[in-house]
């Protein structure tokens, strides 16, 4: 069996306890959590004030004592400036797991680690989380494995679980956040002088940027602490020759990709080893936050391990593929695979092949045939074959595509790798896009078509789709977060191989303006073919405004209110129409001392006057807010 890696895994043994010893422990409350391999804390945002805080603690399933289980963990928020407490929590334990391998064959049995997670909900109140400085979670245990190799005094030496978080609001406005999420360790081990990897990469819900170094793990009392105490935390001490920026033997020694969070280390040295990790969270340019995590790494000295070997053939070519030579041309009728051999010179060897694009995205090229098999076993062949076929879509545009072709073993501890890289350029069949056209106003290219239609009038557009290459077309109509027959709206297609036509349309209704100031409509023309094109979108804003006037708003200026039938009172018949919510709500008309004299809610209002000649002023709303002013004046 094969394989190069390095597990992380714990060491130390209890060895046999003295029965008196034994006796005085049973007397002793428990006060060490030995033996702890590492952990790290989370904190996820739920909804208004409520987050989630977790704790995971990796837990030696073997040496440690199951007495040492704790059912609750203490922790504890202090802010980063100035260490103020802002509150004591108690995690209880909510799950208990192992940690997997990467390779279940090569379980150790000396070799066992416990996942165990403490969690709860917790409020961070916005008018407390405010500090610009930020915030800090911390949490103590005791004890770590006796017997870790590069560091003093492990057993006495617990750990510190730690993370940094912002304030929850940032200029008066709700700052959400949601720490990164290591991805979970497994229970894997090194072998001495072998190369070592592990993706230790997180997961960011905001989006945000994660950045990764080295850091030197944290330590925490001894015994059981009342309270979790303030920082600065205290750090191991590195064994001689040994510092953060090398914290286990090796060459190279441990090390993790600043921007991918893949950990390497090919270790020199068999034994147990500590190590930590930060993950720093950037948002726009500025550190928000960091998670810490600390785990151990077991070397031990393995069977010797070969790696496979591949090999990809091209066309009928019976030479080899020479990478960093040759390039592959895919093209419309040429075959798009590539057959690929592979082998390993070690006996009772299952081989994996894969494929893995490094430098384009889309459609993966398939694995066709044995992707996996067995060689250099009893009724085995020694090499195996396959065929890697490429979708006659890609398009490389010209550029120069690379495709790793992986083959991995079944080693332990973890698998050796043999890549082929594999240059290529793509051209799919030739496939004009189609082409989509409307009535519908003409637009700005960035932005949206606007449609304003009022209430009550019929609005009607055509659309129509063409596509040169004859192929089956298909026109639709989305709504964006809205029914279309709720609004008033309706489509009709009719679609066929190279052209397909629509027609809309809307009868605007106050029910169409109670959905939304704007209802969006997502026109889109799709093409049936081998290799499509992406579909041709149109958006457009549709508006309810307003009826139409069928009378000017011209308010009369002179009454003369003297009982002869004529221009007696102060009227205005031709007010804007009520219509949805945007309905005449009153007038109001003043002296020119701006003293009121009138006022009526009706729109068949009638003013004589005031019984006095002269200039008064009118202020006439509607439910929507809008308004008029205007003058009139009384001659007696």
Request: with cysteine.
């Given at each position: 069996m094969k394989m190069v890696g390095v597990k992380l895994l714990l060491a130390g043994r209890w060895r046999p306890l003295l029965v008196l010893l034994g006796v005085w422990l049973l007397l002793v409350p428990a006060t060490r959590a030995t033996h702890i391999v590492g952990g790290e804390m989370e904190l996820q945002y739920k909804s208004g004030s409520t987050y989630t805080l977790v704790l995971n603690l990796y837990f030696d399933a073997i040496n440690?004592?199951?007495?040492?289980?704790?059912?609750?963990?203490?922790?504890?928020?202090?802010?980063?400036?100035?260490?103020?407490?802002?509150?004591?929590?108690?995690?209880?334990?909510?799950?208990?797991?192992?940690?997997?391998?990467?390779n279940p064959?090569?379980?150790?049995?000396?070799?066992?680690?416990?996942?165990?997670?403490?969690?709860?909900?917790?409020?961070?109140?916005?008018?407390?989380?405010?500090?610009?400085?930020?915030?800090?979670?911390?949490?103590?245990?005791?004890?770590?494995?006796?017997?870790?190799?590069n560091i003093t005094n492990s057993l006495t030496s617990g750990q510190t679980f730690y993370l940094e978080f912002p304030a929850v609001v940032r200029n008066g406005q709700p700052f959400r956040d949601s720490t990164p999420r290591i991805f979970p360790p497994l229970g894997d081990y090194a072998c001495v002088n072998e190369l070592f990897y592990y993706d230790f990469g997180g997961q960011d819900s905001d989006g945000d940027s994660l950045a990764y170094s080295m850091i030197t793990p944290l330590t925490a009392p001894q015994g059981t602490q009342a309270i979790t105490q303030a920082g600065p935390y205290g750090q191991v001490n590195w064994a001689a020759g040994l510092s953060e920026q090398q914290q286990i033997p090796g060459a190279p020694t441990i090390g993790i990709n600043a921007r991918t969070g893949r950990l390497t280390v090919r270790?020199?040295?068999?034994?147990?080893?500590?190590?930590?990790?930060?993950?720093?969270?950037?948002?726009?340019?500025?550190?928000?936050?960091?998670?810490?995590?600390?785990?151990?790494?077991?070397?031990?000295?393995?069977?010797?391990?070969?790696?496979?070997?591949?090999?990809?053939?091209?066309?009928?070519?019976?030479?080899?593929?020479?990478?960093?030579?040759?390039?592959?041309?895919?093209?419309?009728?040429?075959?798009?695979?590539?057959?690929?051999?592979?082998?390993d010179t070690d006996p009772t060897s299952r081989l994996t092949l894969s494929v893995r694009p490094v430098n384009f995205s889309g459609p993966v090229p398939t694995v066709v045939g044995t992707a996996t098999g067995l060689v250099r076993a009893a009724g085995s062949a020694d090499t195996l074959q396959a065929t890697v076929c490429f979708s006659p879509c890609l398009n490389s545009n010209g550029q120069v595509w690379l495709l790793d072709v992986l083959v991995a073993d079944n080693g332990c501890s973890l698998p050796k790798l043999d890549t082929v890289r594999l240059a290529f350029t793509a051209r799919p069949a030739p496939n004009a896009a189609p082409t989509l056209t409307a009535t519908f106003p003409a637009a700005d290219p960035a932005a949206a078509v606007l449609v304003k239609v009022p209430l009550g009038s019929l609005y009607t557009a055509q659309l129509l789709g063409a596509d040169s290459d004859r192929n089956p077309l298909v026109l639709s109509a989305t709504p964006q977060s809205f029914d279309l027959a709720a609004a008033g709206m309706e489509f009709n297609a009719q679609n066929g191989a190279g052209q397909a036509t629509g027609t809309f349309r809307w009868l605007p209704t106050c029910e169409a303006a109670q959905l939304g100031d704007e209802l969006t409509v997502q026109f889109q023309l799709q093409e049936t073919a081998d290799c499509p094109t992406a579909p041709r979108l149109l958006p457009v804003r549709f508006v309810v405004g307003p009826p139409v006037d069928t009378v000017a708003f011209s308010p009369p200026n002179i009454i003369t209110p003297n009982s002869d039938g004529k221009n007696d009172a102060f009227t205005i018949p031709s007010l804007p129409p009520d219509y949805c919510d945007a309905r005449f709500a009153g007038i109001k008309i003043y002296s020119r001392w701006g003293r009121e004299v009138f006022q009526s809610s009706e729109r068949t209002f009638r003013w004589g006057g005031a019984g006095a000649a002269g200039t008064y002023y009118y202020l006439i709303t509607f439910s929507n807010g809008r308004r008029y002013k205007g003058w009139v004046e009384v001659i007696q």
């Open positions: 440690g004592s199951p007495n040492a289980l704790d059912q609750q963990i203490r922790a504890a928020i202090f802010a980063k400036a100035t260490n103020q407490r802002m509150q004591d929590l108690l995690l209880p334990l909510v799950s208990n797991t192992f940690v997997n391998y990467t064959a090569c379980t150790q049995p000396s070799l066992s680690t416990r996942k165990l997670v403490y969690s709860r909900d917790i409020t961070l109140d916005a008018s407390q989380y405010t500090a610009a400085g930020g915030y800090y979670a911390a949490a103590e245990r005791c004890c770590r494995n006796n017997g870790i190799s270790p020199s040295r068999v034994g147990l080893f500590v190590f930590g990790i930060r993950c720093e969270e950037y948002r726009r340019g500025e550190k928000i936050g960091e998670t810490r995590r600390d785990f151990q790494l077991f070397v031990l000295s393995c069977t010797p391990n070969t790696a496979p070997s591949a090999q990809v053939y091209t066309g009928s070519n019976s030479r080899a593929y020479r990478p960093g030579l040759d390039t592959l041309r895919i093209a419309p009728g040429q075959n798009p695979c590539v057959r690929v051999r592979f082998t």
